[in-house]
């Protein structure tokens, strides 16, 4: 697909001071308040045991998706890490077509992840990707829909990285000598969704208030009968702990029969909402 056929959305406001300066605050928030919905936890769908692979944002590595990996074990699938250490690039400051060709790079080795994983077990598999994490999910669902069974995105900057915190940021780290020009930021976008038409189920959960990703650039192109977004409650970096964004991804891990309406309990309805 080309990188001309996708518009950047007009909104590139990067998320509000006050949100970003108190995200690590809210993550303790959000990892505390399990034990508040433990009781809800008990109600959610049970799982069909498939494999579902978690893979961290910039920067992080296993250990950041491990208490979400825990929490999709108990409610019975098979969850496994991507296992391929810290999402990070060595190709520090090349610019962001270095850092493009990165992002392929690892397209590669998840998919021959997903291809074992597939092999294992003879089903597909779901993929969990958290900010840049999601990035590759997308693609690699445009890429190999015939081994991904739907993909789950969490505050996942898929529009102009302008639009971002941490663009200033990483403007510096991957490219100290000239800014990025638009026709570059344009191929960025474009990437996520090359590989023809999207056919696999993808739910990007995204929020009013992340601190790093601006609400303007954190939905998912795509045929509205395969791509849902839905904004939730939570922090940037409390995505992978955050309770309530557990029990969205349980409710729509299972097949449509199976789930609450809309996430149908009225203690999640004030914090969940399509968009």
């Known amino acids: ?36 919905l433990a009781p809800l936890f008990k109600t959610l769908p049970r799982g069909d045991g498939h494999s579902i692979m978690t893979i961290p944002g910039f920067m992080g590595a296993d250990g950041s998706t491990s208490q979400l990996r825990k929490f999709l074990n108990r409610r019975g699938y098979n969850a496994i890490p991507w296992g391929l250490g810290r999402n990070k690039s060595e190709s520090q400051g090349e610019g962001l077509e270095t850092f493009l060709a990165h992002r392929a790079d690892t397209e590669k080795l998840i998919a021959q992840r997903i291809e074992k994983e597939f092999e294992v077990s003879g089903r597909k598999v779901t993929l969990i990707g958290w900010s840049l994490g999601g990035l590759y999910a997308v693609a690699l669902a445009h890429q190999y829909p015939h081994m991904i069974r739907q993909v789950i995105t969490l505050g996942t900057p898929f529009g102009d990285p302008r639009g971002t915190a941490l663009y200033s940021v990483m403007d510096r780290v991957y490219d100290n000598a000239e800014p990025v020009d638009e026709e570059s930021l344009a191929r960025w976008v474009a990437h996520t969704y090359r590989g023809g038409e999207l056919r ?20 998912c192109e795509g045929d509205p009968r395969y791509v849902t977004n839905m904004a939730v409650m939570a922090s940037h970096v409390g995505f992978p702990f955050n309770p309530l964004v557990f029990a969205v991804i349980a409710n729509h891990l299972v097949s449509r029969e199976k789930r609450w309406a809309i996430c149908g309990s009225a203690m999640l309805k004030p914090f969940v909402h399509l968009s």
Request: hydrophobic residues 45%; negative net charge; proline residues 5%.
């Open 200 to 219: 696999v189920p993808v739910l990007a959960l995204h929020s009013e208030t992340d601190g790093i990703v601006g609400s303007g650039i954190a939905k």
């Open 1 to 36: 697909m080309a990188a001309t056929s996708h518009v950047f959305t007009a909104d590139l406001r990067p998320p509000k001071l006050s949100h970003s300066a108190m995200e690590m605050g809210r993550v303790f928030l959000e990892m505390g308040s399990s034990a508040m």
